[in-house]
């Protein structure tokens, strides 16, 4: 039997030692402003058994681990017709820098780049009356809880200062791959970046990966194929251009962003959050990324 | 308990109905003249109990399923450095056709392009004396079999004919990142693809990825990291523009070749070879994939 | 002595009998209407001379050949400050499909791809007080005409559609290289490119370039070295990616547009403006380099 | 009437108070011990009247200005086929760095980039019985003077160093755009560029631009077309990275080499030819350029 209680206990003690905490994500004040020695972890297994250390239970900007959960709502709404518009493969490629060269026929490599998220934001401000307000609330209900909250004036910030993707956005649309107009799918995508959760509200929205489909409140929103695909997109592509570092290191399905938090997981076992706001070179949560390694290696739950 | 071989069985029995097996590679001659109609699937468990079905007794040429082999090689010899000189993250890029563009810092993205394997094949030629003989024979001990061999004629025939790869040493050799001269690495690198083995012996010789190192003569080459860390890079990088593909249908680590081989494996549990000549349109056996999404399926092995 | 009149006489006959007249530019519905049997070809010689042929006096759109007067205009305003924003080198590339990429570093290779072109208009936003306004004057007073209008209709039509451009403008403002907000550059950048004149109207306000910076009205706006290099870019970037065509058939500093319309100098000699609504695979009017060709060979007036 | 030896004079007393001379191509032993202080300058009028100051008639590396007169040669045996084989547009990338970027379908942008010559070369090889000696021999006839040689030494230097080109080479090979066998191509072209010629001696071998395709000893080579097309594609892609600065500058055509040679013309004019080693960063001779534009300025020469 594992000791989650006792390793996690473990992982915030090293990490209140350490000194090298990356660096903090400056592009949007909201950001720029959090304290470089937070560090949060939270831990929801297959039983509903919950182990908590740190700060698990302060709120952040979840950035683009909201792609994994708009990807999951698009893909229960229209299905495979969606790989139609995004590729599945991994990018090579950093994670906005060059994101526009794979776009020359209009396709994103996948949904986890932000061309791909755009096509995503796409298909839901297509399906939906009231895109905001339906996303928020799916999100709630996938973490079973309603207080989670868009923050307004991160996402107003990114409206302000995200030129590439707006760049992103028009140039999907000359390819005929955006069906909306391009500011209300920047709209959605913005305020969907800009959700507020903790580590605990995290696992327990991403309990519906680790549960083929079926989330806290059992209600089911994906088959099992579908969890699959997102879970394989997480391990190939969910860390930027460091998919092969973290499959490595920590060998789950995960996501990453650029707020500090990472979510993992391992079907029919566990999920686990973490957030350190301080970022590696490559955009990845630093200290996240080494109690992930260091969960994994300690639980031996790593998959290689 | 998982009964392989009834699975195994019906998947052969599947094959022999398909009528849509892909496509013969016939950039060499020696290649194309395979049947199409050729199939053959072995497992190796973790107690070394086999299972077999089809023709896999039957040599075929491994290409570029031999690049993880000279990796675990050069891995032995020069540990880490090795990440120096070639990266360890996915490409986004077909398997040879735009390789070449990723080299402009002359650091090869991973070491299963193209351009990455013959960097591993510099540090072989600068490491060994006799670099095709003791590759050889590295292997022929991994499997356990003496009688494995290089084909001639094939690697001959792409020493005639593989334009690209001349063009691919020559660029690593102008950013300093081949220390041989080009011509002695791509014969190392010709003759490696050219192996002729079975899917028998190739599950025998990658034992070593699902046993922390061990091969089956008990003799330890790598330590568990070094095996992780070639594990995520099969898992990550082992399909060419296929490996998100791969990670959804199959999920586990695993590497192909244009020669229809593909293996792949689960540590701690068992690795599996399957052959099949036809490819699908990325360049990954077609019904080498379907078999491997069959049997891990099948045994609920998949990592999703 | 060379008869300007009867080699242009001579070139509207030999256009009449064309049977191969190009394409005409569907992506605006305002250019797609236009016959494509038109015609036009103006002469205006140093001696302020004029000849004519076909439809002279007849107007029509003349989109990226508004790129050169735009880039006069800024040049005149802040001089050579305006090559930090925008280098001077031909491109390579198509007129619009791949001038994202050169963005790399926020620097677009020169004035008339589209990128640098929307630096262009953004140094005119930052210098004037009424863009559209002051440009149109601008460019009535090169003509001496003040009956030069833009084409509203034209405008709003690529306001809708013009979305590589939106693109385009949004990149350039993630590199900080365009210092007005994206619309209202775009703004006049759709409008400048939605003129309407006519072939005497562009000989009379490119005359400025035959004429050391001084324009019809007897006004100096360059100076004889900042000409020069206006007419350097017209000769090697003027023609999208045919700018070595050109250069080869006709031999003259000129520029292009999808309108149809040509203008090319000899300087101290004359200024040349065709008319022909059918473009070429590249872009440019087939006929109107057809035309020029047969002007430079017959003058004897190619540079080569 | 011009007084081109008074311009000269000048030109050459100018050049030795020089201070920023540039910087010396080191990436041959052989061009790194040239002292940075020779200059020399030598026109031909089209009355085959000569004027000459500094070191006119010492000899240097041509390197790639030895792509022009490799040109001509191939363009005389085999006429407009070749352009089938090879484009005529600018590039828009340095010379040698992403050159290799442009051969995606194998077809280079034009004849002046290394790709592009060795394709010339190709054709060279291909339509004579031994490459080197006739190709050796066309340009002793075209400069009547026999006493021009290929540097051995050079040619070997850069036959051990110059893996870009093998790379290049082999590239052109595998997309059948080159029909010999490497090691024979890259032969002839690694002499070609090591031809020694002096400032004399080139403005001879290039008479043959200036009159219309006939050389000084009054044999025909190229017609009136071909001999325009040649000038345009030096005009527009002679100088590397530096097309249109040289355009603007100088507004000739021309042709540099790394050895710090340039050759430019004015056709039914005259051809001048300088040398000074040092480099400007983009690896044009940098008091080279300066001596061309302050000539062409002079003169009134220039073509705009």
């Known amino acids: 039997m594992v000791d989650y209680q006792t390793i996690i206990d473990k992982i915030v003690a090293n990490s209140k ?19 470089l020695h937070k560090f ?18 302060e709120g952040f900007s979840i950035q683009s681990i909201s792609k994994v ?36 026929n209009g396709i994103p490599r996948n949904p986890f780049i932000n061309a791909g998220a755009l096509v995503i934001a796409d298909v839901l401000v297509s399906h939906l009356e009231n895109p905001k307000e339906e996303f928020l609330r799916f999100v709630q209900e996938l ?8 923050n307004e004036k991160v996402a107003l910030s990114e ?6 993707n707006y760049a992103a956005a028009n140039l999907l649309k000359s390819y005929g791959n955006l069906r909306n107009d391009v500011d209300s799918v920047l709209d959605l995508y913005f305020y969907q970046c800009s959700l507020e959760m903790n580590c605990k509200q995290l696992t327990d929205a991403f309990y519906i990966f680790m549960n083929h489909g079926t989330c806290l409140r059992e209600k ?41 938090g990472i979510v993992a997981l391992l079907p029919n076992t566990y999920c686990v959050a973490t957030w350190s706001p301080g970022l590696n070179p490559k955009g990845n949560s630093k200290l996240g990324m080494a109690a992930l390694e260091e969960l994994t290696t300690k639980t031996g739950h790593s998959i290689f």
């Open 220 to 260: 089911s929103y994906l088959n099992l194929t579908q969890v699959k695909r997102i879970n394989a997109l997480m391990l190939t592509c969910g860390f930027y251009d460091e998919a092969g570092e973290f499959a490595f290191e920590v060998g789950l399905p995960g996501k990453s962003g650029v707020g500090g």
């Open 143 to 150: 973490a079973n809880d309603s207080s989670i909250r868009y």
């Open 159 to 164: 409206k302000r200062t995200g030129f590439k």
């Open 40 to 57: 949060g972890i939270h831990i929801l297994d297959a039983d509903r058994k919950t182990y908590s250390a740190g700060e698990a239970l």
């Open 69 to 104: 959960l708009a990807l999951a709502f698009s893909f229960s709404l229209v299905g495979d017709e969606l790989w139609k518009r995004v590729d599945v493969e991994p990018s090579g490629d950093p994670f906005n820098h060059l994101s526009l060269l794979e776009l020359e």
């Open 17 to 35: 030692e350490a000194t090298e905490r990356g660096v903090i994500a400056s592009y949007i004040p909201e950001l720029a402003n959090i304290s």
